[in-house]
């Protein structure tokens, strides 16, 4: 397994848990709602689409055949991806105080948006089988272990 699909899914355990304490603190404490936005980004951004990164790059390349285009790619998506998600939830946390905190929501989300915008790229062309060259004698190419 390569360390980023390690790494992204170890990321978005962590947002689940983060997500599901926002989540319970708004059940418990119907104020807390002003928090909806850091509970519903740690949730879908954090730990659903991390996850799925985390899946995709794990599955694709062995479902199509074709090694992953780009493990630069993925390492800009990862670590893009995780500040982006953390700054835009201290943004979302303090924009109900601080009005000022729009510009921590915009800096997060252009940060976010970059990541997520690598993965679309990394995976269209991997799925067009322009990735690295299989060498000849290593049969399905150098980032396709069926297993490990
Ligand atoms: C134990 C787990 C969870 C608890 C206790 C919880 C609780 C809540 C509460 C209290 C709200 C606010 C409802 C309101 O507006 O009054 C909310 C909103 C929301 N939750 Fe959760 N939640 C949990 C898990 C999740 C998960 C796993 C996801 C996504 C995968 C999620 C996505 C959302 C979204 C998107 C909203 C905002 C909905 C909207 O825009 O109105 N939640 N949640
Ligand atoms: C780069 C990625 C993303 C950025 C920058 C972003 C940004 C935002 C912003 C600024 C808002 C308005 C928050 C407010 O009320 O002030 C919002 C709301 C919302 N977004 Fe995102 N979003 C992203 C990705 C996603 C994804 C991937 C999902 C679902 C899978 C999602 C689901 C939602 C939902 C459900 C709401 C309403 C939340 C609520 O009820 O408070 N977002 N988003």
Same mark, same amino acid.
Not at 21 to 36: D, H, K, Q, S
């Given at each position: 397994?390569?360390?980023?699909?390690?790494?992204?899914?170890?990321?978005?355990? #962590?947002? @689940?848990? @983060?997500?599901?304490?926002?989540?319970?603190?708004?059940?418990?404490?119907?104020?807390?709602?002003?928090?909806?936005?850091?509970?519903?980004?740690?949730? +879908?951004?954090?730990?659903?689409?991390?996850?799925?990164?985390?899946?995709?790059?794990? $599955?694709? /390349?062995?479902?199509?055949?074709? /090694? @992953?285009?780009?493990?630069?790619?993925?390492?800009?998506?990862?670590?893009?991806?995780?500040?982006?998600?953390?700054? @835009? #939830?201290?943004?979302?946390?303090?924009? /109900?105080?601080?009005?000022?905190?729009?510009?921590?929501?915009?800096?997060?989300?252009?940060?976010?948006?970059?990541?997520?915008?690598?993965? $679309?790229?990394? +995976?269209?062309?991997?799925?067009?089988?322009?990735?690295?060259? /299989?060498?000849?004698?290593?049969?399905?190419?150098?980032?396709?272990?069926?297993?490990?």
């Amino acid at each position: 397994m390569d360390w980023f699909v390690r790494a992204f899914i170890k990321s978005a355990l #962590v947002y @689940l848990g @983060l997500g599901i304490c926002f989540g319970l603190w708004m059940g418990i404490a119907p104020t807390a709602v002003i928090y909806r936005p850091a509970h519903a980004h740690l949730n +879908l951004l954090g730990f659903v689409t991390m996850f799925i990164f985390g899946v995709a790059y794990h $599955v694709i /390349p062995r479902f199509s055949g074709h /090694p @992953l285009h780009s493990v630069r790619l993925a390492t800009l998506n990862w670590w893009a991806s995780n500040t982006g998600l953390v700054v @835009l #939830v201290i943004g979302f946390m303090f924009l /109900p105080w601080r009005p000022q905190a729009r510009g921590v929501v915009a800096a997060g989300a252009v940060i976010a948006a970059i990541g997520a915008l690598a993965f $679309v790229y990394n +995976l269209w062309r991997t799925l067009d089988g322009s990735g690295p060259k /299989p060498r000849h004698d290593s049969g399905m190419g150098r980032r396709l272990p069926m297993s490990g």
